[in-house]
């Protein structure tokens, strides 16, 4: 047979309470609960007191290969972080350019490696330079560049050459452009410049052509041959830039390339006229009869 419980008399629990409430019993019952409250409500493993492990889920995301998106902000900043086509030239912009042209697997801002080590292309060996161009000043100082823009074109069965523009420079200050420049193909020609300088010629031409099939073969141009005559002189090129010295077209192509001349002017501050000579082309493999003769009137 069940008991009922038993209930506390209303004089042990008045009794107890008035106990309770006195300082001594108060305060420390106050401080067991603020202990008790905090045990409870700060666990080592529960939802609000887990440390992320940071490092951990990085090493995870990079083993399961996870695609990373790019926000639009980290595209706006490599977008800024790319040079403009828009950006003004400085005065051996055009030669670096073209030095840089005639040989496109070596260009003049070295290698480059991808994002975070993905994959890295190793760095070429560092250019030679000559030794007798390692005491040349790298600081050109004013410009000393005269161009002239021209437009001078002759066709001989259907294969064309154009001089679209001829720029004129002290040898010493395109020299110098070159060494500044820098990269296996600038300290090339910087040396066969120097050279030229050394055995008396005082100014470096560069002739830039366009070199056009519009014959039904294949056409041919060997520029090696060239000469440049100017006040009675003539000159053989010094350097091709941009494409091969013996220019292969086919129908309906285009090419362009520039011309190096080192020159001696003896007639006074400016070279004067000059006129570009240039063996006739092979049409289909055949030799044609003639000479390109272009007149460039340069200052």
């Keep these: 047979m069940d008991r009922a419980p038993r209930t506390p008399s209303p004089a042990i629990n008045s009794g107890l309470l008035e106990r309770l409430k006195k300082p001594q019993y108060a305060l420390p019952a106050a401080i067991v609960a603020g202990m008790l409250a905090i045990a409870i409500g700060i666990q080592p493993n529960g939802p609000s007191g887990h440390a992320k492990d940071i490092s951990t889920s990085v090493v995870a995301s990079a083993a399961t290969a996870t695609p990373v998106v790019s926000s639009p902000t980290a595209e706006a900043s490599k977008a800024a972080a790319q040079p403009t086509a828009a950006a003004a030239k400085s005065p051996g912009a055009t030669v670096a350019a073209a030095v840089s042209n005639a040989n496109p697997g070596t260009a003049l801002g070295g290698a480059t490696s991808d994002v975070a080590g993905a994959r890295s292309t190793p760095a070429p060996a560092s250019p030679t330079v000559d030794p007798a161009l390692q005491r040349q000043p790298t600081q050109c100082g004013q410009i000393q560049e005269s161009t002239t823009a021209v437009s001078v074109e002759q066709s001989i069965t259907g294969v064309s050459i154009k001089a679209t523009r001829v720029a004129v420079y002290p040898i010493e200050y395109f020299r110098c452009i070159l060494m500044a420049t820098g990269g296996q193909e600038a300290y090339g020609l910087a040396s066969s410049v120097n050279k030229a300088n050394e055995a008396g010629m005082t100014h470096v031409v560069l002739v830039d052509l ?9 056409g041919q141009v060997n520029v090696r041959n060239s000469t ?17 010295s013996e220019v292969v077209i086919s129908s309906g192509q285009g090419r362009t390339l520039s011309l190096v ?12 006229p000059m006129t570009l000579v240039v063996e006739g082309p092979l049409a289909g493999g055949n030799p044609v009869a003639g000479k390109y003769q272009l007149f460039l009137p340069t200052p």
């Design 228 to 244: 440049l005559a100017v006040a009675g002189q003539s000159f053989t090129p010094t350097a091709t830039l941009g494409g091969r």
């Design 210 to 218: 366009w070199v056009a099939n519009g014959s039904r073969q294949f």
């Design 261 to 272: 001349f080192a020159i001696k002017n003896g007639v006074g501050a400016t070279t004067g």
